[in-house]
Protein backbone atom coordinates (compact mmCIF):
# COMPACT_ATOMS: atom_id res chain seq x y z
CA UNK A 1 0.00 0.00 0.00
CA UNK A 2 0.74 3.67 -0.11
CA UNK A 3 3.12 5.12 2.20
CA UNK A 4 3.25 8.88 2.85
CA UNK A 5 5.73 10.43 4.75
CA UNK A 6 5.96 13.62 6.00
CA UNK A 7 8.98 16.33 7.14
CA UNK A 8 10.33 18.24 8.99
CA UNK A 9 8.14 15.93 11.82
CA UNK A 10 8.39 19.52 14.19
CA UNK A 11 9.24 23.13 13.28
CA UNK A 12 9.55 26.45 15.77
CA UNK A 13 9.52 29.50 13.78
CA UNK A 14 9.09 33.30 14.73
CA UNK A 15 5.64 35.31 13.88
CA UNK A 16 6.26 36.51 10.16
CA UNK A 17 8.52 33.82 9.02
CA UNK A 18 7.80 31.36 5.89
CA UNK A 19 8.36 27.68 6.08
CA UNK A 20 7.86 24.68 3.36
CA UNK A 21 6.44 21.24 4.69
CA UNK A 22 7.30 18.22 2.62
CA UNK A 23 4.84 15.06 1.83
CA UNK A 24 6.14 12.16 -0.42
CA UNK A 25 4.15 9.52 -1.32
CA UNK A 26 5.00 5.32 -2.64
CA UNK A 27 2.74 5.51 -4.94
CA UNK A 28 0.43 6.95 -7.83
CA UNK A 29 -2.09 8.40 -5.98
CA UNK A 30 -5.67 9.68 -7.23
CA UNK A 31 -6.72 12.01 -4.16
CA UNK A 32 -4.18 14.47 -1.75
CA UNK A 33 -4.90 16.32 0.45
CA UNK A 34 -3.35 18.68 2.74
CA UNK A 35 -5.07 19.27 6.56
CA UNK A 36 -4.52 21.85 9.75
CA UNK A 37 -5.33 20.29 12.87
CA UNK A 38 -5.60 22.88 15.11
CA UNK A 39 -5.01 23.32 18.80
CA UNK A 40 -8.41 22.14 19.62
CA UNK A 41 -8.31 19.08 17.66
CA UNK A 42 -10.61 20.31 14.48
CA UNK A 43 -9.26 19.15 10.97
CA UNK A 44 -9.25 21.67 8.70
CA UNK A 45 -9.31 21.18 5.03
CA UNK A 46 -6.48 23.50 3.48
CA UNK A 47 -6.36 21.83 0.09
CA UNK A 48 -7.32 19.33 -2.54
CA UNK A 49 -4.48 18.57 -4.78
CA UNK A 50 -4.07 15.60 -6.51
CA UNK A 51 -2.06 17.38 -9.33
CA UNK A 52 -0.52 21.16 -9.93
CA UNK A 53 -0.37 23.97 -7.97
CA UNK A 54 -3.45 25.97 -6.20
CA UNK A 55 -3.58 28.90 -3.70
CA UNK A 56 -5.32 30.52 -0.56
CA UNK A 57 -3.77 33.38 0.77
CA UNK A 58 -0.62 32.87 2.70
CA UNK A 59 -0.94 29.64 2.01
CA UNK A 60 -0.13 27.85 -1.30
CA UNK A 61 0.48 24.33 -2.09
CA UNK A 62 2.37 21.78 -5.35
CA UNK A 63 2.11 18.22 -6.08
CA UNK A 64 4.06 17.15 -8.39
CA UNK A 65 2.25 13.37 -9.06
CA UNK A 66 5.03 11.99 -11.31
CA UNK A 67 8.03 12.42 -8.95
CA UNK A 68 5.44 12.04 -5.85
CA UNK A 69 5.70 14.67 -3.81
CA UNK A 70 3.88 17.51 -2.52
CA UNK A 71 4.98 20.65 -0.76
CA UNK A 72 3.14 23.49 1.48
CA UNK A 73 3.89 26.74 1.40
CA UNK A 74 3.24 29.01 4.47
CA UNK A 75 4.50 32.67 3.86
CA UNK A 76 4.18 35.53 6.84
CA UNK A 77 3.20 32.64 9.59
CA UNK A 78 0.65 33.99 12.47
CA UNK A 79 0.32 32.25 16.11
CA UNK A 80 -2.68 31.17 14.81
CA UNK A 81 -1.03 29.00 12.29
CA UNK A 82 0.22 27.07 14.88
CA UNK A 83 -0.94 23.23 14.74
CA UNK A 84 -0.55 19.33 13.01
CA UNK A 85 -0.97 19.97 9.25
CA UNK A 86 -1.53 16.45 7.97
CA UNK A 87 -1.34 15.54 4.16
CA UNK A 88 -3.22 12.08 2.87
CA UNK A 89 -3.17 10.02 -0.01
CA UNK A 90 -5.69 7.79 -1.30
CA UNK A 91 -4.41 4.49 -3.59
CA UNK A 92 -4.24 5.15 -7.43
CA UNK A 93 -7.36 2.87 -7.43
CA UNK A 94 -9.57 4.12 -4.76
CA UNK A 95 -11.35 6.97 -3.65
CA UNK A 96 -12.15 4.80 -0.05
CA UNK A 97 -8.77 5.24 2.26
CA UNK A 98 -6.84 7.71 2.68
CA UNK A 99 -3.24 7.19 4.44
CA UNK A 100 -2.25 9.61 6.59
CA UNK A 101 1.32 10.98 6.94
CA UNK A 102 2.48 11.40 10.92
CA UNK A 103 1.87 14.92 10.59
CA UNK A 104 4.53 18.13 11.36
CA UNK A 105 3.42 19.83 14.65
CA UNK A 106 4.60 23.77 13.76
CA UNK A 107 4.89 25.89 16.33
CA UNK A 108 4.83 29.78 15.68
CA UNK A 109 6.41 31.97 17.89
CA UNK A 110 4.55 35.54 19.21
CA UNK B 1 -18.16 24.59 6.46
CA UNK B 2 -19.64 20.97 5.26
CA UNK B 3 -22.58 19.76 7.81
CA UNK B 4 -20.81 17.42 9.69
CA UNK B 5 -21.68 16.76 13.55
CA UNK B 6 -20.99 13.90 15.70
CA UNK B 7 -22.98 12.67 19.25
CA UNK B 8 -21.90 12.52 21.63
CA UNK B 9 -18.48 15.15 21.28
CA UNK B 10 -17.31 12.99 24.82
CA UNK B 11 -18.11 10.12 26.33
CA UNK B 12 -16.58 8.23 29.51
CA UNK B 13 -17.50 4.70 29.33
CA UNK B 14 -16.51 1.83 31.40
CA UNK B 15 -14.90 -1.76 30.12
CA UNK B 16 -17.68 -4.02 28.43
CA UNK B 17 -19.90 -1.76 28.02
CA UNK B 18 -21.26 -1.13 24.24
CA UNK B 19 -21.47 1.96 22.78
CA UNK B 20 -22.51 3.67 19.72
CA UNK B 21 -21.28 7.07 18.05
CA UNK B 22 -23.39 8.85 15.40
CA UNK B 23 -22.51 10.95 12.33
CA UNK B 24 -24.70 13.05 10.55
CA UNK B 25 -24.78 14.95 7.24
CA UNK B 26 -26.84 17.37 5.21
CA UNK B 27 -24.57 17.27 2.73
CA UNK B 28 -26.06 14.16 0.59
CA UNK B 29 -22.42 12.65 -0.09
CA UNK B 30 -22.47 8.87 -0.68
CA UNK B 31 -19.81 7.94 1.15
CA UNK B 32 -19.05 8.00 4.52
CA UNK B 33 -16.20 7.08 7.09
CA UNK B 34 -15.01 6.68 10.56
CA UNK B 35 -11.73 7.03 11.70
CA UNK B 36 -9.57 6.81 14.94
CA UNK B 37 -6.92 9.23 15.73
CA UNK B 38 -4.66 8.39 18.59
CA UNK B 39 -1.75 10.48 19.97
CA UNK B 40 0.91 11.25 17.63
CA UNK B 41 -0.26 9.38 14.60
CA UNK B 42 -2.58 10.23 12.04
CA UNK B 43 -5.95 9.08 11.16
CA UNK B 44 -6.41 5.40 10.35
CA UNK B 45 -9.53 3.93 8.68
CA UNK B 46 -12.10 1.56 10.95
CA UNK B 47 -14.89 1.58 8.29
CA UNK B 48 -16.37 3.14 5.23
CA UNK B 49 -19.64 3.56 3.46
CA UNK B 50 -20.63 3.51 -0.12
CA UNK B 51 -24.27 3.86 0.10
CA UNK B 52 -27.30 2.97 2.32
CA UNK B 53 -26.35 -0.31 3.84
CA UNK B 54 -23.07 -0.97 1.74
CA UNK B 55 -20.59 -0.58 3.99
CA UNK B 56 -16.64 -2.24 4.41
CA UNK B 57 -14.04 -2.49 7.00
CA UNK B 58 -11.03 -0.30 6.84
CA UNK B 59 -7.37 -1.11 8.35
CA UNK B 60 -8.45 -1.32 11.93
CA UNK B 61 -12.04 -2.94 12.08
CA UNK B 62 -12.04 -5.39 14.61
CA UNK B 63 -13.97 -4.78 18.04
CA UNK B 64 -16.36 -2.38 15.85
CA UNK B 65 -19.41 -2.53 13.73
CA UNK B 66 -21.26 -0.03 11.56
CA UNK B 67 -24.73 0.61 9.81
CA UNK B 68 -25.64 3.08 7.35
CA UNK B 69 -29.54 3.01 7.05
CA UNK B 70 -29.84 6.31 6.11
CA UNK B 71 -28.09 8.68 4.01
CA UNK B 72 -27.38 11.21 6.42
CA UNK B 73 -26.42 8.85 9.59
CA UNK B 74 -23.49 7.21 10.11
CA UNK B 75 -23.21 4.68 13.24
CA UNK B 76 -19.96 2.84 14.73
CA UNK B 77 -20.74 0.78 17.45
CA UNK B 78 -18.36 -0.93 20.02
CA UNK B 79 -19.96 -3.86 20.62
CA UNK B 80 -18.08 -4.36 23.95
CA UNK B 81 -15.77 -1.51 24.83
CA UNK B 82 -11.90 -1.65 25.83
CA UNK B 83 -9.03 0.34 27.01
CA UNK B 84 -7.37 -0.16 24.11
CA UNK B 85 -10.26 1.73 22.11
CA UNK B 86 -9.78 4.81 23.83
CA UNK B 87 -9.08 7.74 21.06
CA UNK B 88 -10.55 10.48 19.36
CA UNK B 89 -12.87 9.27 16.43
CA UNK B 90 -13.56 11.24 13.49
CA UNK B 91 -16.64 11.01 10.89
CA UNK B 92 -15.55 12.31 7.17
CA UNK B 93 -17.94 12.48 4.07
CA UNK B 94 -16.72 12.54 0.48
CA UNK B 95 -18.74 12.83 -2.84
CA UNK B 96 -15.96 12.65 -5.27
CA UNK B 97 -13.08 12.12 -3.73
CA UNK B 98 -12.10 15.21 -1.42
CA UNK B 99 -13.11 14.41 2.56
CA UNK B 100 -14.71 16.80 4.91
CA UNK B 101 -14.30 16.00 8.30
CA UNK B 102 -16.79 16.30 11.70
CA UNK B 103 -15.56 17.79 15.07
CA UNK B 104 -14.82 14.46 16.97
CA UNK B 105 -15.85 12.47 19.53
CA UNK B 106 -13.27 11.55 22.22
CA UNK B 107 -13.95 8.19 24.24
CA UNK B 108 -12.53 7.43 27.07
CA UNK B 109 -13.06 3.37 28.26
CA UNK B 110 -11.99 3.04 31.57
Known amino acids: GIQVEQSPPDLILQEGANSTLRCNFSDSVNNLQWFHQNPWGQLINLFYIPSGTKQNGRLSATTVATERYSLLYISSSQTTDSGVYFC????????????WGAGTKLIIKP | DAGITQSPRHKVTETGTPVTLRCHQT?????MYWYRQDPGHGLRLIHYSYGVKDTDKGEVSDGYSVSRSKTEDFLLTLESATSSQTSVYFCAISESGEQYFGPGTRLTVT
Open chain 1, 88 to 99: ASSRGDSNYQLI
Open chain 2, 27 to 31: ENHRY
